[in-house]
């Protein structure tokens, strides 16, 4: 089935620090979506890459997708408190399956 | 409000008994997922309907069976034969892909499930 990793598994960063989270396929992407998931709480969807080195900002996060569309990374600049839970990427197969694959998730917890 | 819920929010049962968890949906949506999230841990695709009377196999269906009679409801009855059921389980649902473009999922709050 769809392999999908993400590291690093856990981050702790000083309030104001930059973050990363990357995403890495086994196969080729048609897209790939990311999620945020605050502690206690379901996820919730951020935004959609599709096409091959497309990068998208949202305020002080940076979403970027591989020029092979293999790999993606969310960056985050300055980094605050309410950034604080579990960065998902999820990704499907060809166009017609509606299977979506959750990665394996990147906690971030800031220290104030 | 339109949204997904999930019902009941805590469920406890004994080991040995099969339970059902309740997704109602009201967006309208063709499909409809179940995840499994154990503490600390991703979320892993048990079921998927992409359409009413149809489903398939996640990552992680044995021990779990569901049901699409409506298009509102996709309910998950885990089973004795799983072995590790408890967990907190997460149902979504979202619109059907017609490009290249996926419609972002939907997340009911979640039931967490607890079997002794």
């Known amino acids: 089935g769809q392999q999908v990793m993400q590291i690093p598994q856990y981050q702790h960063v000083q309030e104001g620090e930059d973050f990363t989270t990357y995403c890495n396929s086994s196969t080729t992407l048609s897209n790939i979506q990311w999620y945020k998931q605050r502690p206690g709480g379901h996820p919730v969807f951020l935004i959609q890459?599709?096409?091959?080195?497309e990068v998208k900002k949202q305020k002080r996060l940076t979403f970027q997708f591989g020029e092979a569309k293999k790999n993606s990374s969310l960056h985050i600049t300055a980094t605050q408190t309410t950034d604080v839970g579990t960065y998902f990427c999820a990704v499907t197969p060809n166009f017609g399956n509606e299977k979506l694959t959750f990665g394996t998730g990147t906690r971030l917890t800031i220290i104030p | 409000d339109g949204g997904i819920t999930q019902s009941p929010k805590y469920l406890f049962r004994k080991e040995g008994q099969n339970v059902t968890l309740s997704c109602e949906q009201n967006l309208n949506h063709d499909a409809m997922y179940w995840y499994r999230q154990d503490p600390g841990q991703g979320l892993r695709l048990i079921y998927y309907s992409q359409i009413v009377n149809d489903f398939q196999k996640g990552d992680i269906a044995e021990g779990y069976s569901v049901s699409r009679e409506k298009k509102e409801s996709f309910p998950l009855t885990v089973t004795s034969a799983q072995k590790n059921p408890t967990a907190f389980y997460l149902c979504?649902?979202?619109?059907?892909?017609?490009?290249?473009?996926?419609?972002?999922?939907?997340f009911g709050n979640g039931t967490r499930l607890t079997v002794t």
């Open positions: 979504a649902s979202r619109e059907r892909r017609t490009s290249s473009y996926n419609s972002p999922l939907h």
């Open positions: 890459l599709v096409k091959s080195g």
